[in-house]
């Protein structure tokens, strides 16, 4: 697993986030980039209290991530960072460095979202597309990925399956 | 008195059944929260009963996959915002889950308490003692929480201390 994983989750820190991610990769570092939540004390409070012993949760704004020199502030081990959106993701998504990282897709409910990805992770033709264009931008894939020990899925085999269906249908 | 907010009912809906209810039941007693992943907290509720008869005054939430945060929460604030005046103890299955992180948000000293990691036992005590008017919602918790952890056992150790002590 490459060292610095990016992941977008609406749930945030949850039960898959601490025992999936953070302790089966032994994750120190953790970084939760929200808006909301970096200016609300309690919302953070909360958050860094579920945090495993030895592992130490951030709470920044999307501004605050956007001038953090990633690299070399986290130079060993491996760094989590997390978002609650697609749209999050698109913002912080020109500090994601070329090397070393990996972009995955926890938990999003469904609500208004038609395209179902996994048994909890769903997204609308919008934000498939946006993720398309992130991962073109980065040159990496992104996958739909819930835990490190299941198969992770392709984000562009799903846009790929997308294309098709609409032409068939068209 | 399960899932009755599955449905989203409004507040105001919800606040006609609560009075119907103390009319019917007259008791002020604590309102139980039951809020967990899939359905383990339906089960687990169903068990308890099988222990300590039929309870009132429980809501069960549960979260599924796909399901919203933003819409558990609501869920939740309209059975605390009702039952307030009586007190609530929130039941999570695991400090650092979803269910958890939800709940935490509606903290209030003395009148809403959180307790996660919730098991049979800790379900029997506070469906015994949330009759005692004398308990705040904080103590409850607190006694519930301490069945909790009292139950847990290992038989081999209890087997092996016994067996150190007769020597």
């Not at chain 1, 609500?111 to 992770?121: L, P």
């Not at chain 1, 769903?122 to 931008?137: A, T």
């Not at chain 2, 006609?16 to 899939?38: A, P, R, S």
């Not at chain 2, 308990?135 to 607190?142: C, D, G, K, P, T």
Request: proline share 2%; charged share 25%; aromatic share 8%.
């Amino acid at each position: 697993m490459e060292r610095i994983i990016f992941r977008v989750d609406d749930r945030f820190i949850h039960g898959q986030v601490i025992e999936g991610w953070i302790n089966h990769f032994s994750i120190k570092n953790i970084i939760l980039v929200n808006d909301c939540i970096a200016t609300d004390l309690n919302k953070a409070f909360i958050y860094k209290s579920t945090m495993p012993r030895n592992a130490k949760l951030e709470v920044i704004s999307v501004d605050s991530f956007l001038q953090l020199d990633i690299l070399n502030e986290y130079k060993k081990g491996y760094l989590l960072i997390i978002v609650g959106s697609i749209h999050d993701l698109k913002l912080i998504s020109s500090n994601i460095p070329k090397e070393n990282s990996y972009i995955n897709i926890g938990c999003l409910a469904t609500g208004t979202r038609d395209i179902s990805v996994t048994d909890n992770c769903f997204i609308n033709k919008d934000e498939l597309d946006c993720l398309i264009n992130i991962s073109e931008k980065n040159s990496k894939n992104i996958y739909a990925h819930k835990l490190p020990w299941e198969k992770p899925i392709n984000l562009k085999d799903i846009h790929d399956t997308q294309i098709k269906t609409i032409k068939m249908k068209g | 008195m399960t899932n009755r907010y599955k449905n989203k009912y409004t507040i105001h809906e919800v606040d006609i059944y609560n009075l119907f209810q103390l009319f019917w039941f007259g008791d002020v007693m604590v309102n139980i929260v039951i809020l967990t992943h899939g359905m383990f907290g339906e089960e687990l509720f169903k068990a308890s009963e099988m222990i300590v008869g039929k309870q009132d005054r429980v809501e069960i939430l549960s979260i599924q996959d796909g399901s919203s945060v933003h819409d558990i929460a609501t869920q939740l604030e309209a059975i605390i915002t009702v039952n307030g005046q009586y007190g609530n103890i929130i039941f999570t299955d695991m400090f650092g889950g979803s269910p958890s992180n939800i709940s935490i948000g509606f903290l209030d000293s003395g009148k809403c308490e959180v307790v996660s990691g919730v098991n049979l036992p800790m379900l029997i005590k506070v469906f015994s003692l949330r009759n005692n008017s004398d308990l705040s919602v904080h103590e409850l918790a607190l006694k519930t929480a301490k069945a909790g952890n009292d139950s847990i056992k290992v038989a081999g150790e209890i087997l092996h201390k016994d067996i150190s002590d007769s020597k």
